[in-house]
């Protein structure tokens, strides 16, 4: 996974930085609610929508930010084949198929602002992902069901706008965009006439609208 190796490297160095600039995070000094929509490169995942919590402490008195988030993602899709795993019997017919999906991520990460103007804010974020993913398909015309679920690790880059308009209130509305790749925790050497349709890479784009709350002054 040389993608994930260079990320993980670059956000190693990250964090060397930020331990030597700051000590250690000041406690808790933000909490965002998001709304999230998604869409994956992966044919049983597709577009997701859903919800997400992420908080977030300053480390020191340096500008960079430890954040800790946690959302879950479903979706349906639909696609022509055959919902069957393994070997297919010749006389098996392809039919309409959907692929109902769901996903919990919880994520690890650092972020610091790049600027700022006014009310206005932009961030940079990146962070490492442990997501759970489980798909079912379901033959619309036989009634077949076939189900999959992976653990899969991953490492993530979201750039993000938080405007504060209120003076006198901590709170800020934030839209952010992100991208997202994700490779297999545990990864099979050999299948032998088995489903497992989420051992391969497979990234993510999401959106985000967001509600953030400030303990303190940013």
């Given at each position: 996974m040389p993608g994930i190796a260079l990320w993980a490297r670059s956000l190693?160095?990250?964090?060397?930085?930020?331990?030597?600039?700051g000590v250690r995070p000041a406690g808790a000094q933000t909490l965002m609610a998001q709304a999230l929509a998604a869409h994956s490169d992966h044919l049983l995942l597709g577009n997701l929508t859903g919800f997400g919590l992420v908080s977030g402490a300053r480390l020191g008195q340096s500008p960079i930010s430890l954040r800790f988030g946690l959302s879950r993602l479903?979706?349906?899709?639909?696609?022509?084949?055959?919902?069957?795993?393994?070997?297919?019997?010749?006389?098996?017919?392809?039919?309409?198929?959907?692929?109902?999906?769901?996903?919990?991520?919880?994520?690890?990460?650092?972020?610091?602002?790049?600027?700022r103007h006014g009310?206005?804010?932009?961030?940079?974020?990146?962070?490492?992902?442990?997501a759970w993913v489980h798909s079912d398909t379901h033959g619309l015309s036989t009634g077949r069901k076939l189900s999959a679920g992976k653990t899969l690790i991953g490492v993530d880059l979201g750039l993000e706008t938080s405007i504060a308009p209120w003076?006198?209130?901590?709170?800020?509305?934030?839209?952010?965009?992100?991208?997202?790749?994700?490779?297999?925790?545990?990864?099979?050497?050999?299948?032998?006439?088995?489903?497992?349709?989420f051992?391969?890479?497979?990234?993510?784009?999401?959106?985000?609208?967001?509600?953030?709350?400030?303990?303190?002054?940013?």
């Open positions: 190693g160095s990250l964090v060397v930085a930020a331990a030597v600039i479903t979706g349906s899709t639909r696609r022509t084949g055959i919902a069957c795993g393994g070997l297919i019997a010749p006389d098996r017919q392809p039919e309409l198929l959907r692929d109902d999906a769901r996903t919990i991520t919880a994520s690890v990460g650092l972020s610091a602002p790049v600027w009310p206005a804010t932009l961030t940079l974020g990146g962070g490492f992902d442990l003076r006198q209130r901590p709170f800020a509305v934030v839209l952010g965009v992100g991208v997202s790749a994700f490779a297999p925790l545990f990864a099979r050497d050999e299948l032998v006439d088995g489903y497992e349709p051992e391969g890479r497979s990234g993510l784009r999401r959106v985000w609208l967001g509600i953030a709350w400030y303990a303190h002054s940013r």
